[in-house]
Each structure stands twice: as structure tokens, then as C-alpha cells.
Nanobody, 115 residues
Framework: VQLVESGGGLVQPGGSLRLSCAAS????????MSWYRQTPGKEREFVAA????????TYSDSVKGRFYISRDNDNNALYLQMNSLKSEDTAVYLC?????????WGQGTQVTVSS
């Protein structure tokens, strides 16, 4: 199982970024997928999740209405569209696959929101 995140970077407050997670080594459409984020000294924080077929999504209260999770099962890809970014969104963003009662994590991509 391999998960590779991309799309992070430096963005000004109020800006947007789109993160991607490329998946391989498993049947992508069999996995529930999620995004988490982590900052130094804090626990990993849930951001958003999407069901296997993409019909159901869940968001943390801190990102609801600003972030949107989606997936492309034909291309084994997970996305996170992040709008109206705030400084408190600065973190390493990681994707997670949940399949067959096991969890798999990517290495993460850094998102920095700063003027």
C-alpha cells in the first residue's frame, strides 16, 4: 500500500489549495479514505472523510463549509479542496486509507497559511 500526498505549499490567508493523494497497492474503491492534519506538539486531527463510493462525506467543525473532500476511483486518487484558508490551517496534511480493518498513512504534505 502506498499513499503519496501532493499539492501543499505556502498560501496567503483567504486563499485556496487543492491537495491530492495518489494511492496504489490496493483496490482503491474498497477503502474508506480520510484526510488528517498534524502540527508540532499536537495530536493528529481529523479533517474529512469520504465513503468508498464517494456518496457520503464527513467534516470536522473547524473546516466545514471551507474544505471539500472528493475521490476518483477510476484514477485511484483522493482530493481535498481547501478554500478560505486561515493561519490555523497550517499543518502537515496526511491521507489515510482504511481497508480490511487496517489503516495506512501517507507521509504528508505541508500547508502553510501566512501573509
Amino acid at each position: 500500500v502506498q499513499l503519496v500526498e501532493s499539492g501543499g505549499g505556502l498560501v496567503q490567508p483567504g486563499g485556496s489549495l487543492r491537495l491530492s493523494c495518489a494511492a496504489s497497492g490496493f483496490i482503491f474503491s474498497d477503502a474508506g479514505m480520510s484526510w488528517y492534519r498534524q502540527t508540532p506538539g499536537k495530536e493528529r486531527e481529523f479533517v474529512a472523510a469520504i465513503s468508498r463510493a464517494g456518496g457520503s462525506t464527513t467534516y470536522s467543525d473547524s473546516v466545514k463549509g471551507r474544505f471539500y473532500i472528493s475521490r476518483d476511483n477510476d484514477n485511484n486518487a483522493l482530493y481535498l479542496q481547501m478554500n478560505s484558508l486561515k493561519s490555523e490551517d497550517t499543518a502537515v496534511y496526511l491521507c489515510k486509507a482504511f481497508i480490511l480493518a487496517s489503516e495506512y498513512w501517507g507521509q504528508g504534505t505541508q500547508v502553510t497559511v501566512s501573509s
